[in-house]
């Protein structure tokens, strides 16, 4: 290849070149014949000044810039050595902006260069992986890029990344190389030369690909299905194995793994229900695979373990199970399976290729998924980095399970009847346990790590919820078939249920503004046969001329073909789940309506829950295994597991059960610091309570120099705090961070986290548990309230009707114990390594005051705890960090 490559990067005071920011620092790397030829770097004097979070981000000031060149003395040279190359970038789009509006304002015309963006082509030819930010690639890759967000370095990082990617775009089949000609064009990236060189080299070689078949137009890597083999003759008992082979390095020998490992093999043994809390740092998911793969491989009956995360089950796949593999004295299988709509069917996406799409997303989810079937053994969409277009995109290409010659659902399924372990997730489980087709094979050893979520994820399942979102994605799909078709009536019918559906879901939510008010995510708890006025009952007409309507279009879809009839049949589904959800009446589900104040008049989701499911656990689970083992960190309140016990159905089993307590020294490791000057709800409204929460977060973060995780249980409260800390922030000395106002889901902002020194996160929901920043990464936790669901969440208060129905205290048998496993997640963020230390504050004075106070204290570790005012507790970080 004797193209030449520019590959730039630049350091700027901003993102607005437009807004007046300007370049403090370029570098770029020339590659020609796959060989860098010249590399070249200086920083800029931008002619104004570097904020401090750009200081902080790049490690550049003003001394270093201070005598340097302006732009426009070496803009003559830089048009010299780019002009007619590909102009390549990590993001090239910004760089080429920002430098194209550095050239007009230089007075130099820009070069002629066409544009490659390493992102892009890392998305699609890395598709699998988890982040694209330029150091995370580095480090998937093992390139040097030892001063990340200095453009001489990134610019030569981002060049050993071109070599690689271009490399890797070399060698992939012929078909895939045709294939994604076609279907480029809508990227950024000027792809279609090289891939012309490419194809043409390939062309006239004679190498086959002997990795990869073809099926349907597309290349798929090749693939074999592997048999269990019967060792019972070959291996001893766990116990024996364990009495004789204690861990050697690198796996680290702990009395509380050792404890778990021989209550999970004798519940297994036993054939016993066993609940078992582990604390942080236990290793649980040794302590439980181990015992299992012993069993499964003596009795030959397959252990099934469930997850409730993708992260926790990746790392059982990459990093625990291959240490099972090291230890134990025989082989075994193992096998994931999931539903059929995580797998792709090759059929149907073979048939999308036909169309060339001018649309962004489903182009570059189309390149990607015709690069990783050259690589994939699953086809599982788990696997897949997807834009929120590819996701969408997912829903036309996934397996239906038609037992297609090469069908990824099926083979999963073949994997798992001779697997000895078998991974799985908490929802799958639930449709085996009620599915009459079963999709995983006969077990009765079930592991539930995360076990916590299991009520949530049941709930969920057994759920019903129609979103306008979704209905109105299904209609798009039936109207393109039915332009497609010229099928005239269709069109016409569609039409008239669009405007309908339009008209139905703006009556809901001026249904529920009329009710409640709010400013944010509104949840309105309803219940079909109290409901009134004329609002309603006009919107339940509305709603009966759409069933009727719905009725015609059942009956006209008999000419369309059988392959794209899917759409039509869920469409008429849901329309059915909807029509139930606001007429029928249930005593034992809650339905709300959920609505966003700021959001399109039609944004509408209905929803609907079962309110106990201590009965279904109890007959469908529990009464039909021999041994259900549950695990989490957090299991039991005030000591107890009998909350558990109650909502999972198992008081009539007698579990075994054991706390394991965690093997870090909490009293050495971290302090609890509590101000005694905190208002307190009702005296203070929402917004008083978030400005001074602001205050005292800015002044700890001073003290802890960042590093802070800060936890909310409301997202109104979090926007506001963050808001009010925005403005206190005002020389910019944290970087600021906030879940729902930075962008980026809840992995993504933790990423972006951990490139600060001093940054603060703001976070809800998810940020709770499943983060994992160890060591330096957080050394402050603040927990701004006592985590209880609001009193309004139509969920907890339909709990609570029910429970109180019963005879029950709503606050003590549910409100408390649910709020109790909230802090133990939230208070288990800090200390996640024996080398830890931190401070944990807690910004809600019931925690020492109220009433209640001692469950949630004999909840935590032994920890030492200080209550004072906030000038005084702050005497104390230094002590601690």
């Not at 070399?170 to 064009?185: A, G, W």
Request: charged content about 25%; glycine content about 4%; overall charge negative.
């Amino acid at each position: 290849m004797n193209d030449r490559f520019v590959v730039v990067d630049i350091e700027t005071t901003g993102n607005a070149p437009k807004k007046e920011d300007r370049i403090i620092q370029i570098g770029f790397v020339v590659i020609e014949g796959d060989k860098v030829c010249e590399s070249f770097s200086t920083f800029i004097q931008p002619e104004r000044d570097i904020p401090p979070f750009i200081q902080q981000l790049t490690g550049i000031d003003h001394t270093m810039v201070h005598d340097a060149p302006p732009f426009h003395h070496i803009a003559p040279m830089l048009v010299e050595k780019w002009e007619g190359a590909y102009f390549v970038a990590h993001n090239v789009h910004f760089d080429w902006a920002f430098l194209q509006e550095e050239f007009i304002r230089s007075g130099i015309q820009p070069p002629t260069c066409r544009l490659l963006d390493t992102v892009e082509l890392a998305r699609f030819l890395m598709p699998t992986q988890s982040s694209y930010k330029l150091n995370h690639l580095a480090e998937a890759l093992s390139l040097a890029h030892d001063r990340p967000h200095q453009a001489d370095c990134d610019a030569e990082a981002t060049a050993q990344l071109l070599l690689f990617l271009l490399h890797k775009l070399s060698r992939l089949p012929i078909v895939t190389l045709k294939q994604l000609r076609r279907h480029s064009q809508a990227l950024k990236s000027e792809l279609t030369a090289l891939l012309d060189q490419y194809i043409t080299k390939k062309e006239r070689s004679l190498q086959q690909n002997e990795e990869t078949v073809e099926y349907e137009g597309v290349a798929l890597k090749k693939w074999f299905s592997p048999k269990r083999t019967d060792y019972r003759k070959h291996i001893p008992s766990f116990s024996q194995w364990l009495a004789t082979n204690p861990f050697v390095s690198p796996f680290e020998y702990r009395d509380g793994q050792k404890q778990m490992m021989e209550d999970v093999d004798y519940a297994l043994q036993t054939c016993q229900h066993a609940l078992i809390e582990a604390g942080t740092g236990i290793g649980k998911t040794m302590a439980y695979l181990l015992p299992s793969v012993f069993y499964a491989v003596k009795q030959q009956q397959p252990v099934v373990i469930s997850t409730h995360t993708l992260q926790l089950q990746k790392q059982m796949i990459e990093k625990e199970l291959p240490r099972v593999t090291q230890l134990v004295p025989f082989s075994f299988t193992t096998a994931v399976l999931k539903g059929k709509r995580n797998y792709i069917s090759v059929k149907k996406f073979a048939r999308t290729l036909d169309d060339i799409d001018t649309n962004y997303d489903i182009a570059l989810t189309k390149c990607q998924l015709l690069v990783w079937l050259t690589e994939t053994e699953t086809g599982d969409v788990d696997e897949l980095n997807l834009t929120a277009g590819g996701t969408l995109f997912w829903e036309d290409v996934h397996s239906d399970d038609t037992n297609e010659e090469y069908d990824f659902f099926v083979r999963a399924k073949e994997q798992a009847k001779h697997a000895h372990v078998i991974i799985t997730n908490h929802s799958f489980v639930m449709h085996d346990l009620t599915a009459d087709e079963k999709f995983l094979p006969s077990y009765e050893q079930l592991i539930i790590d995360e076990a916590h979520h299991l009520e949530d994820v049941a709930a969920h399942f057994f759920g019903r919820h129609v979103s306008y979102e979704y209905v109105r994605l299904l209609w798009i799909r039936m109207n393109d078939i039915a332009m497609i078709h010229k099928m005239g009536a269709l069109r016409s019918l569609l039409g008239d249920l669009e405007y309908e559906l339009n008209q139905l879901f703006q009556s809901l939510r001026y249904y529920v503004l009329r009710r409640q008010k709010g400013d944010g995510r509104i949840r309105y708890r309803f219940v079909p046969w109290k409901e009134y006025g004329k609002e309603w009952n006009g919107t339940i007409e509305l709603l009966m001329r759409i069933m009727s309507t719905v009725q015609q279009l059942a009956q006209m879809i008999d000419d369309i073909p059988k392959e794209e009839l899917q759409p039509f049949t869920t469409f008429i589904d849901v329309l059915s789940t909807l029509q139930h959800l606001l007429m029928n009446d249930d005593d034992d589900v809650v339905r709300w309506l959920e609505v966003d104040a700021k959001a399109a008049v039609n944004a509408v989701t209905v929803i609907s829950q079962p309110l106990d499911l201590a009965h279904f656990f109890a007959e469908q689970l529990f009464s039909r295994k021999r041994s259900v083992i549950l695990t989490s960190a957090t299991l039991t309140t005030n000591n107890r597991f009998s909350f558990m016990i109650a909502r999972l159905g198992l008081d009539d089993f007698y579990p075994l059960t054991r706390i394991i307590p965690s093997p870090f020294s909490y009293e050495k490791q971290a302090a609890l610091m509590v101000p005694n000057d905190v208002p307190t709800f009702p005296s203070v409204t929402v917004e008083q309570y978030a400005e001074h929460a602001a205050q005292q977060i800015i002044r700890i973060a001073e003290h802890a120099k960042g590093r802070m995780l800060v936890l909310f249980t409301s997202y109104e409260l979090l926007k506001q705090t963050y808001t009010f800390a925005k403005q206190l922030n005002d020389e910019q000395s944290f970087v600021l961070l906030a879940q729902g106002v930075s962008g980026g889901n809840a992995a993504k902002l933790t990423r972006h986290f951990q490139q600060f020194e001093q940054a603060i996160l703001f976070g809800t929901s998810g940020f709770w548990e499943g983060v994992d920043l160890p060591g330096n990464e957080v050394t402050c936790v603040v927990i701004v309230r006592l985590p209880f669901a609001p009193p309004d969440d139509p969920v907890m208060e339909a709990k609570s009707d029910y429970i109180r129905a019963k005879g029950g205290n709503p606050f003590y048998d549910l409100s408390l114990p649910q709020a109790i496993l909230r802090f133990k997640q939230g208070f288990g963020r800090l200390i996640r390594t024996k080398e830890d230390r931190g401070i944990i504050f807690v910004l809600d004075q019931r925690l020492l005051t109220a009433s209640y106070s001692k469950y949630f204290l004999q909840s935590l570790p032994h920890i030492r705890i200080y209550h004072a005012p906030l000038t005084e507790l702050l005497q104390h970080v230094n002590e601690w960090l």
